[in-house]
C-alpha cells in the first residue's frame, strides 16, 4: 500500500470514529428513553409503564405537535423556513433562491440591523429607501455573526454571495443582503 492509501484510510478509520462518537450520545438517550417510557406486550405493541409514564408520553405527543406549529415563512416556491431569528432575533429573513448572484432570487422576511458586535463590525450600505441593502466585511467578522446581526440566515447570504468552502469572507467584500 502506497503512503497515499494509507493516509486515505487513516483519515477514512478517523472520520468514521468521529461518526460514531457524535452519534452515540443521541442513540444512547434515545434508546434509554425508550427503554423508559414503553413495556411491550407480547403482541409487539407499546405500553407505558405506569400511569406516570404514559403521561409523559402525552406529553411528549404535546411536544411535538407543538413545535410542528412552529411560526413559518413561504419562500414561494414550495421552500418554508422558520419565522424566529438567529440569535437574539425575534423574526428571520432568507434569500431565495439563493444560488450564486441567481437574478430571479429574492429576500424573504425583513433585515433587522442588530447593532454591531465584535464579529460583526463592518459598513452598512442601505437603498435609495433607507433600506439593508449590503454589508462591508471587517477584519476579524463571520459570516454567523453578520446572520445574527441582520437577523438572516447566513446560509443562504454566503450561498448568494458565493462564500463558502474556499471562498470565505474577506476584509472589503461587499456581500449582498437583499438581492
Not at 450520545?25 to 423508559?36: D, I, K, Y
Not at 431565495?96 to 422576511?109: E, I, K, N, Q, V
Not at 454589508?135 to 438572516?152: H, N, Q
Request: with cysteine.
Amino acid at each position: 500500500m502506497d503512503r497515499a492509501a494509507k493516509i486515505a484510510a487513516g483519515i477514512s478509520v478517523l472520520v468514521i470514529a468521529g461518526l460514531v462518537a457524535v452519534a452515540a450520545p443521541a442513540v444512547a438517550t434515545a434508546t434509554g428513553a425508550l427503554s423508559e417510557l414503553a413495556l411491550f406486550s407480547p403482541g409487539g405493541e407499546a405500553e407505558p409503564a405506569s400511569a406516570a409514564q404514559a403521561d409523559d408520553v402525552v406529553a411528549a405527543e404535546e411536544d411535538v405537535v407543538a413545535s410542528e406549529k412552529e411560526p413559518l415563512i413561504s419562500a414561494g416556491n414550495g421552500t418554508w423556513f422558520s419565522a424566529e431569528g438567529p440569535g437574539d432575533c425575534a423574526t428571520n429573513a432568507a434569500i431565495h433562491p439563493y444560488g450564486a448572484h441567481d437574478p430571479s432570487a429574492r429576500l424573504t422576511g425583513e433585515l433587522i440591523d442588530m447593532g454591531v458586535t465584535e464579529y460583526a463590525s463592518g459598513e452598512v450600505g442601505y437603498t435609495a429607501d433607507g433600506l439593508i441593502e449590503t454589508y462591508t466585511v471587517a477584519p476579524g467578522d463571520s459570516l454567523i455573526a453578520i446572520g445574527e446581526r441582520f437577523c438572516v440566515d447566513y446560509v443562504t447570504v454566503g450561498a448568494y454571495n458565493d462564500r463558502f468552502g474556499s471562498k470565505v469572507i474577506q476584509p472589503g467584500d461587499v456581500l449582498v443582503l437583499r438581492p
